[in-house]
């Protein structure tokens, strides 16, 4: 069975601006993948039209059908993870892995309170 | 999550459409230019063209039955002599096709009945050629603004989107194909320490010798006059041209109803232009706010001092507020239109000062809320602060300007960052 799995370090799910977001990918497949990539970016969503922004990537060559890695990246200090009444706007990582199964997308936030920025909480 | 990952690879801006509609909008221009107008250059020539009696043969006003609408062309067969020879013309000016407007070709056709003698104009280096009207006619400068305008447009688009596709070339903003083709096991590429940072919106103020910066408004009252005024006489330009064929038909008995109820929005959308551009000139005339702040930008938490002067008389104002908004905007298309949806999601009210309180000039303190959100520009989406300043003026356009400001991230504490430091170099083994 083909399986992608991105698991972030202590299985964290809020992150400091500027933290280091470390942790393990694996994926397994049923042929050799063709192209293997590890994504950091965020993206927005709600009424406007979306947008998303690559951060950084990661990209596996002469990828075999089953492999680990260990991966960290620097996390910049922003855009902060936030959600109001229009936009929201969240952090991923994704593991695309081109000839296997769908990518695996984990999502986490990026903010100094502990929290996602809540917008309407402020008026 | 298949969800996200069409999120992140598909909404990216149509700058390629834009591109492809501008170059078909442009082209279409001007084969239509080509099409109506390919006799025109005989207009030039024709001052010199020689005037010959001429006898009117047939005439009739030709209806086109058309999807939507009918359009009308003046047709008139006359006969003329020159040299001894006799000839025969149908064409009445330089400018070809047919248009909506039936009135004005009816009196065009009613003043040239058969048998009439009138005055024709003929090419003396071809007598073949003859014209009635060799001047522009009423329907010749309608098509034209008519091109002028979708040529305008299509030239619009096209700048636009080669101007998009060249900022998205320069960003290599595309999420799968942003990352380089690298020989090494394991390639790791960067697009920035500062993530977003460059996105900012930029606010718009001068540096004084003081230490103190001068914000600029966001749009003043005479730019806001100027371009509104600019719409509006685009706008009632192109509605004129049908309110003088409905009011064409009115006068000629043959009254066009469907034309003249369907204009009736457009005009009062017109008019409204007018009332605002009036609106927005009076305004012009208030005393002018200039807002001074210690400097040009803040961190989440930290407090930043303004100071307002006014120039003019400020002796009509019975209130002055001043206020600290931020706003979520999202830009979104709605079939054709492009739409930007604003929410306050924080308001909050820096001074506030009376008649006799001393308007003219003051001063306060703009704390920045320490846990929300920074500015933040992305494409669509936007997150914006603003000092508002709003004087109240009864029986009169209030004052009402709003200054952008930018709010930096939350700074680090010191300790924060050593610890970033010290994480930073954690080897990888501690999973």
Sequence with gaps: MEQLVIEIEGRKKVFLPGDMLRGRIRWSCAETPKTAELRLFWYTRGKGTAHSELVEGLRYDRAGPSESHN????????????????????????????????????????????KEVQLNASL | MPAVRSNVQMHKPPSGIIFVFGLAFTAFSCLFFHFFFK????????????????????????????????????????????????????????????????????????????????TCYVNPKDPAQAVIERGVTKDAIIISIFIAIFFGIGLLMLLGGLSALLRRGKKGGELSGAVPEQGTASSRVTFGEDGSLDEFQISRYAQLPSGEVMMKAAVSPRMKAAGLLLIALFWNGIVSIFVMEAVDSWRSGHPEIFLTLFMI????????????????????????????????????????????????????????????????????????????????????????????????????????????????????????????????????????????????????AADQVAAAAVEEEKPWNSL
């Design chain 1, 71 to 114: 991966f960290d990246f620097k996390l910049p200090l922003a855009p902060y993870s936030f959600s109001g009444k229009l936009i929201t706007l969240t952090w991923a990582l994704e593991l695309d892995i081109e000839g296997c199964s769908d990518p695996a997308v984990e999502e986490f936030v990026v903010s100094p309170f502990g």
């Design chain 2, 39 to 118: 006799d025109a250059k005989s207009f030039f020539d024709a001052k010199n063209w020689t005037a010959v009696p001429a006898v009117v043969e047939a005439s009739e006003v030709k209806s086109h039955a058309g999807d939507d609408s009918t359009t009308y062309s003046v047709h008139i067969t006359y006969r003329y002599s020159l040299g001894g020879k006799t000839y025969r013309s149908e064409r009445y000016s330089f400018f070809g096709g047919s248009s909506s407007g039936y009135g004005s070709k009816r009196a065009i056709v009613d003043a040239h009945p058969p048998g009439a003698e009138f």
């Design chain 2, 265 to 412: 929005p457009f005009v009062l959308i017109g008019l409204g232009m007018l009332g605002g551009v009036g609106y927005f000139y009076l305004q012009g005339f208030n005393a002018v706010p200039q807002v001074y702040l210690d400097r040009a930008e803040a961190a989440l938490g930290e407090t930043l001092n303004l100071r307002w002067e006014f120039s003019g008389d400020t002796d009509k104002i019975s209130e002055f507020i001043v206020t600290l908004t931020g706003t979520e905007e999202a830009t979104y298309r709605r079939g054709t239109d492009t739409h930007t949806d604003r929410e306050i999601f924080y308001k909050k009210e820096l001074a506030k000062v009376g008649k006799y309180g001393g308007i003219r000039s003051g001063t306060a303190r703009v704390p920045i809320p320490a846990n929300t959100m920074h500015s933040f520009s992305c494409p669509n989406n936007a997150v914006r602060w603003r000092i508002g300043i709003q004087g109240v003026i009864e029986n009169w356009p209030d004052i009402s300007e709003e200054f952008p400001i930018v709010v930096l991230p939350k700074k680090l």
